[in-house]
Nanobody
Framework: QVQLVESGGGLVQAGGPLRLSCAAS????????MGWFRQAPGKEREFVAA????????YYADSVKGRFTISRDNAKNTVYLRMNSLQPEDTAVYYCAAGTSAFNMRRERNNYWGQGTQVTVSS
């Protein structure tokens, strides 16, 4: 089992950057696929990005490709989401997730979840 704690959310102006962090507990962090989801007000939670256990395979939602970058530091049990060129439509609660495969993670099957961190982008 793994516990996840996100940080780094906040208020940012449109066009600006922000980096989210997710610290994971547990000695098996490196064996998990890690990812980020988000949920905007009045909308369903949606997949944002995922990263394989070794960091070699990355997956992004079309809406964030070229702007967001997911990375991980297995020595620190931490996964990051670097967000550039933020837009008001990126405003959401961002959730960190851990899972056993990117396939299942994107379908929200058997994911572990963090509590979420709010990102607000002002126009």
């Amino acid at each position: 089992q793994v516990q996840l704690v996100e940080s780094g959310g906040g208020l940012v102006q449109a066009g600006g950057p922000l980096r989210l962090s997710c610290a994971a507990s547990g000695r098996t962090f490196s064996s998990y696929v890690m990812g980020w989801f988000r949920q905007a007000p009045g909308k369903e939670r949606e997949f944002v990005a995922a990263l394989g256990w070794c960091g070699g395979s990355t997956y992004y939602a079309d809406s964030v490709k070229g702007r967001f970058t997911i990375s991980r530091d297995n020595a620190k049990n931490t996964v990051y989401l670097r967000m550039n060129s933020l837009q008001p439509e990126d405003t959401a609660v961002y959730y960190c997730a851990a899972g056993t495969s990117a396939f299942n993670m994107r379908r929200e099957r058997n994911n572990y979840w963090g509590q979420g961190t709010q990102v607000t982008v002002s126009s």
